[in-house]
């Protein structure tokens, strides 16, 4: 169908719609419909305005309100707000997306995508850095400005990283310009590295220039949600439609998804048809705005196997939740959808996510649902999906990729919980390997010809059987780093306040020793079995200093670790040092008698503290601790001291409560 010229029905148009005019009766909150075994329950109330949330492999969640708030829930302990952009909220218009680094346990970057008036109406990437429990103050870094925005409407703001690393925007064509042209960045998705710049391997680099180069595929209408299947280069695209369709599609490089020529399946062959469309009504399968999404490949299984590797989508006005197959998915066959969940009509559902837990997590803006009190955009919730029921494995930690040098061994590994015993069974580029039945499974000594061999684990108890995700090997001919700390001292003891010096190089067995551009280093507070960060990584001195925090801890209960990552640009290596708090000031022995009078008490170290040159391993596990050398190396420039990051406070508590379902 040719979409040009007709009415453009935006989401906030849909509120009021859903408001003003009566709607058939629907399914109260607690007639919600599951499939058996599952439950739901609601995390958090009282949300404003939330457009879309991200979490972290610690479980916090962080959700977006329009207005530019970004609050903090974690799930028994309550919500705080951490922080805020400068977002211009009206209609669409506002803080439409969110979502975390994949590095962000280390890093602490949250990327935001906001409608701004600085200089101009456009909207804005930029990437913000979070602390324990607060946004970092000043910390906002501008990544991308989009062209001027010149309705307040169809401003996209979804966002996903790639298997690449690579961030991946989405941008409505609020701007009123042609989506179908490679000179603005109207109805487009975008693809950036996480400092702003563009890859050179972009499909329109040449052709382009400018901001105009991070245009990835174009011809899109609203793609407000976008997701990435993990593991796997899958990408795809929620894109709201107009009048009649909504659709899912499936991102590649260089594609022309047809608006506003097209809308729905369409017989043009320069265009790409949708893998799923669903068509504009009021039953369990239509609807009127596609909102995702998120697949199945959890961090830690908790729904059956057979939900593994599905995708979840959500429709904003009908309350639905319906899954697809990727493996079946197609232009093909593109009402190919099943229904997962009903009951949430009205609701205003705006984001879905996979948890760390296996569980699958929604937030609501409310708004629609008189009936229940639902009349205020304050009434937003935060609800978790999961199955009370599942006896089979969850992977709780997944083999991680290798990098190792020819001539060496590899070893991957796998951590899971659940119903013992377990069985395993190792796979080789999917085929079973002999004999690799544990837990852990160490490759032959290895040369180039295995670079880009991928390995699995299949674990299984006496109720299911699960795949975990693959690793890549890759084997490099080269030998991989050394770190060594000088400072701080081996078992030294400090004091909250204290300013610690820290010290220390790298060498390399081709090229000796390291610039500092190639070190990095890190503080972390280590508390019982989870760790606070004190230092985020700074990189390029050889030495500086940090303070110890104050906070409200109690010392027997942590230890600080240092931690020195040297990289040749292949390999990395890591070198710790470990500090124990003071407890109390030292009082004299009592007097000793015999050859032993003399001699003075000294505080037991700890048992578990990394010796005087021995360093932690890489996640790979190949390299062997070498002794620290005598020799100290010049820092090869000045060393820039580490700021004193604020004290992180908790948040109050509230319990979340049980939602009854209808299973079906």
Not at 164 to 185: C, F, V
Not at 261 to 285: C, F, V
Not at 343 to 348: I, K, L, S
Not at 414 to 428: A, E, I, K, L, M
């Amino acid at each position: 169908m040719n979409k040009s010229g007709i009415y453009r029905l935006g989401i906030a148009t849909i509120l009021l719609w859903l408001a003003v005019f009566p709607q058939p009766k629907h399914p109260a909150r607690a007639d919600v419909n599951l499939p058996n075994g599952f439950v739901v329950e609601q995390l958090a109330g009282g949300l404003s305005s939330v457009t879309a949330m991200s979490i972290a492999n610690d479980g916090r969640i962080f959700i977006a309100y329009q207005a530019g708030q970004i609050v903090m829930v974690y799930p028994g302990e309550g919500q705080v707000h951490i922080g805020s952009v400068k977002a211009s909220p009206n209609w669409e218009r506002g803080l439409d997306g969110l979502i975390l680094d994949p590095n962000f346990m280390n890093n602490g970057y949250l990327y935001a995508s906001y409608t701004t008036t600085s200089p101009f109406l456009h909207q804005r990437i930029t990437r913000l850095t979070v602390i324990g429990n607060f946004i970092l103050p000043g910390s906002e870094v501008v990544l991308y400005e989009m062209d001027e925005t010149k309705q307040n409407y169809h401003l996209g703001g979804g966002m996903a990283f790639g298997k690449d690393g690579k961030l991946y925007i989405g941008s409505g064509d609020a701007n009123g310009e042609d989506p179908q042209s490679l000179k603005n960045t109207s109805g487009k998705i975008l693809r950036i590295n996480t400092d702003g710049s563009i890859p050179d391997d972009n499909p329109f680099y040449n052709r382009t220039s400018d901001k105009y180069r991070a245009i990835y595929a174009y011809g899109f209408r609203n793609p407000f949600t976008i997701a990435a299947q993990p593991g796997t280069n899958r990408i795809y695209v929620n894109d709201v439609g107009q009048n009649d369709w909504e659709e899912i599609n499936e991102l590649v490089a260089g594609g022309n998804y047809g608006w506003p020529r097209e809308e729905g399946l369409t017989n043009d062959p320069q265009y790409i048809n949708a893998i799923h469309n669903y068509t504009h009504g009021t039953t369990n399968s239509t609807g009127c705005a596609v909102i995702g999404g998120t697949f199945y490949n959890p961090i830690r299984q908790n729904f059956p196997s057979v939900y593994l590797g599905k995708y979840f989508f959500a429709d904003f006005c009908q309350g639905w939740i319906r899954m697809l197959d990727p493996k079946t998915a197609s232009a093909s066959s593109p009402y190919n959808a099943e229904t997962f969940a009903t009951g949430f009509f009205g609701m205003a559902i705006t984001h879905l996510l996979t948890g760390p837990d296996g569980a699958l997590y929604m937030i609501t803006r409310g708004g629609t649902r008189a009936e229940e009190g639902f009349t205020s955009l304050d009434n937003g919730m935060l609800f978790r999906i999961r199955y009370a029921n599942y006896n089979g494995p969850s992977i709780v930690s997944q083999p991680s990729n290798k990098n190792i040098s020819g001539g060496t061994t590899a070893t991957f590994q796998v951590d899971v919980s659940g119903n013992p015993p377990f069985t395993y069974q190792w796979q080789r580029n999917g085929v079973d390997i002999e004999g690799a039945t544990h837990q852990s499974y160490t490759t032959p000594f290895v040369n180039i010809e295995e670079n880009g061999a991928r390995y699995r684990v299949v674990v299984s108890n006496d109720f299911a059987s699960i795949n975990s995700t693959e690793a890549v090997l890759t084997v490099i001919a080269n030998k991989p780093p050394e770190s060594y700390i000088n400072l701080p001292l081996p078992n030294q003891y400090v004091s909250p306040g204290d300013v610690i010096q820290f010290s220390g190089y790298g060498t390399d067995p081709e090229s000796g020793y390291l610039n500092a551009d190639n070190l990095i280093w890190s503080v972390r507070m280590i508390h019982g079995d989870h760790t606070h960060p004190v230092m985020l990584p700074v990189r390029g001195v050889a030495e500086g200093t940090f303070t110890v925090p104050t906070d409200s801890h109690m010392p027997e209960d942590i230890f600080y670790r240092v931690y020195l990552t040297s990289s040749d640009g292949a390999f990395t290596n890591v070198a710790t040092r470990d500090l124990y708090p003071l407890l109390a000031t030292p009082t004299p022995a009592p007097a000793q008698t015999g050859p032993d009078a003399t001699a003075t008490p000294t505080p037991t170290p700890d048992p578990n503290a990394t010796p005087e040159g021995e360093m932690t391993p890489p996640p790979d596990g190949t390299f062997t601790p070498t002794p620290t050398p005598t020799i100290t190396p010049t820092p090869s420039k000045t060393p820039t001291p580490t700021p004193t990051l604020p004290t992180i406070q908790s948040s109050e508590i509230h319990l979340p409560f049980i939602i009854r379902s209808n299973n079906k």
